[in-house]
């Protein structure tokens, strides 16, 4: 396990590299692709109002920085889920054993984007779901990739779309994503925040991270946010 307290020296860049694990859906030969959209989602709303989905895939940083990048998304903040306000700091959730998911919280307006699409990016660009209690270099029950929903509605969207991936071989491997219920969400320590912006020439972002915002571009045009228009993380 890679703890990340600081920038990671260029010395270890060539082990960072090989430790890389990008998405591969069964369909694709060496790369992430635009998986189909969910058939079961949560309906438009019209009015103004801001929804909340929780998600873990690894690493917050890169988690953290695609969601940035998606229309629609007002903000985003990196912390932790799962386990108890005690041990919600990141010397302790990095042993292992709180029950801690390293997560981010989506604020998102659910009249320009459904929370099944949030889930279409996830599944998509944002992480392997086939990876069990680890994402690329970083090994451990807090690495897990885990739905934590809020409600019944996000529930029934969550599973329906794990078992519409699953019915169409959409991976080579099952997937391991957790679908568990939203206990409560805290906020990481400051320097977690917006992480990837801050630290581009770090080496764990550019070969972890970077490429999951390319391919967001590439394969959601439609849903890509440029660096320019990027929400501010907030903290609440």
Known sequence: ??????????????????????????????????????????????????????????????????????????????????GSARTAHYDQVSEGDTGHAESVRVRFDPAQISYGQLLQVFFSVALDPTQLDRQGPDSGTQYRSAIFYANDEQKKVAAAYIAQLTAARSFAAPIVTQVVPLQAF????????????????????????????????QLFPELYRPERQVVEVRLH
């Open 1 to 82: 396990m890679i703890r990340r307290t600081a920038i990671l020296p260029a010395s270890i860049a060539a082990l960072l590299m090989l430790a890389v694990s990008a998405c591969q859906p069964a369909s694709a030969a060496g790369g992430a692709v635009r998986l189909p959209a969910p058939g079961v989602d949560a309906p438009r709303v019209a009015a103004q109002t801001v929804q909340t989905a929780v998600l873990a895939g690894g690493c917050f940083w890169g988690v953290e920085s695609v969601f940035e990048h998606v229309k629609g998304v007002r903000r985003v903040v990196a912390g932790y889920a799962g």
């Open 186 to 217: 805290y906020p990481a320590e400051a320097y977690h925040q917006h992480y990837a912006r801050r630290h581009p020439d770090d080496p764990y972002i550019v070969y972890n991270d970077a490429p999951k915002v390319a391919h967001l571009k």
